[in-house]
């Protein structure tokens, strides 16, 4: 009997550790992929890499001919960008300026990516070869994959902690474990937080800081709450459990 609550204890622990670590991670990235967080971090990126090539004056006679073509239609129809057919209204194109061109074209780029519809699931288009798998990422597609994965994964972190739970005896071993389960996710992730853009920039070699930096800040911050608590739990846990186990130890020696 004590062998198979020594493996219900070790299978449950390690399904625990791993569904809830993955659902956090799966709630981080659905944080991540709403459309107001993501928005503001794709149009930045590729604001800053159109600014590169295009200058005022292009942007100046850009939108004079845009204004030329709006007395004709109510409609604009760019030029295919990244396979996204992307459409602006001529009613935005004459409230905005020259400068605002560069949000107005951003924006609808990324609303044409972000609601665009796939032939196939998120796990399929990330098989195919085309832009699919690389697009499908920054889609309502992937918000809704993501944010069914964590509910998911949260259903199977508590089937693990049933396991755990029913597998050991006494209750102080059962909120040390808990509480060291909940430490051996958290304390490692709390630590890479705090120390997050220090760690990428001896890592980065070359690598644009500033924008990984501004991605796993998102990820980051839209859980540091959750790994917070996560943190506190662990430690009252762990700690009632030794207090727990010394009382009874005292009550047992008298």
């Not at 832009?131 to 964590?150: D, G, M, P, V, Y």
């Not at 040390?176 to 051996?184: A, E, F, N, P, T």
């Not at 630590?191 to 991605?215: C, M, P, Q, W």
């Not at 943190?231 to 009382?247: E, K, R, W």
Request: with cysteine; charged share 20%; hydrophobic share 45%.
């Amino acid at each position: 009997m004590k062998i198979l609550r020594k493996i219900g204890k070790a299978i449950g622990s390690i399904i625990f550790v791993l569904a809830l670590s993955a659902a956090i991670f799966a709630i981080s990235l659905t944080k991540l992929t709403e459309y107001n967080n993501l928005k503001g971090l794709v149009t930045d990126l590729i604001g800053s890499q159109i600014a590169k090539v295009v200058d005022n004056e292009t942007l100046t006679q850009t939108h004079q001919q845009l204004l030329e073509e709006c007395t004709k239609n109510e409609t604009i129809q760019l030029a295919t960008i990244i396979g996204q057919n992307v459409t602006i209204k001529c009613e935005d194109v004459e409230k905005t300026t020259p400068e605002g061109l560069m949000n107005l074209f951003t924006n609808a780029l990324f609303d044409s990516i972000y609601y665009k519809k796939y032939d196939c699931s998120f796990i399929e288009c990330l098989q195919k070869p085309d832009q699919s798998r690389l697009t499908i990422f920054i889609s309502l597609e992937a918000h809704s994959f993501f944010k069914n994965c964590q509910y998911i994964l949260l259903i199977a972190s508590g089937v693990g902690l049933a396991i755990m739970l029913v597998s050991i005896e006494t209750w102080w071993n059962r909120l040390k474990s808990v509480g060291i389960s909940l430490l051996s996710i958290s304390l490692p992730l709390i630590i890479l937080i705090l120390f997050k853009d220090r760690i990428f920039s001896l890592l980065a070699n070359g690598i644009d800081v500033k924008s990984i930096t501004s991605i796993t800040g998102q990820i980051f911050d839209s859980v540091s709450n959750i790994f917070l608590i996560m943190l506190i739990a662990g430690v009252i846990l762990t700690t009632s459990g030794y207090i727990l186990q010394h009382f009874r130890k005292v009550k047992v020696e008298k």
